[in-house]
């Protein structure tokens, strides 16, 4: 009996990713199609999210770069690997992980930017970056 | 698929930790480190799925809690120089809110 429960969880628990040969027919194809778009261009949205932080000018705006990864670039990575997971566990494990980042990010995002207003450091307006040039403000 | 994610989830983490290393204030480095951990979350799922070992999402799922929890012990730190501050009894100027 124990071995039964043993082999069942262990199936529940590792059950692994739907091989491709799980996107049988039509439909099957047209969920292959829209995973693997989804996983690249979730891919893509990060890529862009970790340009952004690069070549915002000051912390907030680097913010608003960094809520990019958070919700596009892991909604698509996550949506897609959803997808090809089809419905296990793992499926659920993923959307408990989107649960997870959406409510705690945007947190984490607004205790940053209080925290970092309260310290002093101001936004940079349209008057600033007229003002001086880029080399000036420390970072390129 | 999974490999063209991985690439450019490592490819990012390697560009958030520059900016991490040339942040001009705290608060940059403390958004870095709030990033890399969202990307390293992303980076346990697509390799899991990329070896077959979605088991790894357990790992993932853990790591996202302690990232927000980490995020806020650092600005506390910095806010008050003190993790055991409390605000309601040992302000005594009010502070800002």
Known sequence: ?140 | MYTIASIAILLAIALVVTRAIRGPTHFDRILAANVIGTLAILLLATVGFLMGRPEWLDVALVYGVLNLIGTFTVLKYFRHGDLGHNVETDDEAGGEP
């Open chain 1, 1 to 140: 009996m124990i071995e039964a429960v043993f082999a069942a969880t262990s199936t529940v628990v590792a059950a692994p990713p739907a091989p491709d040969e799980a996107f049988v027919g039509t439909t099957g194809f047209i969920l292959y199609v829209i995973s693997w778009v989804a996983i690249v261009s979730g891919a893509f949205f990060v890529l862009v999210g970790a340009i952004g932080l690069i070549r915002m000018p000051d912390v907030f705006t680097r913010k608003h770069a960094a809520s990019v990864i958070d919700t596009v670039g892991a909604g698509l990575l996550i949506s897609g690997m959803m997808l090809q997971a089809g419905w296990s566990i793992v499926t659920l494990k993923l959307a408990f992980i989107f649960f997870l980042l959406l409510m705690t990010s945007p947190v984490a995002t607004h205790a940053l930017a209080q925290a970092a207003l309260a310290a002093g450091v101001s936004p940079e307006l349209k008057e600033d970056r007229t003002a001086e040039p880029a080399e000036k403000r420390g970072d390129a």
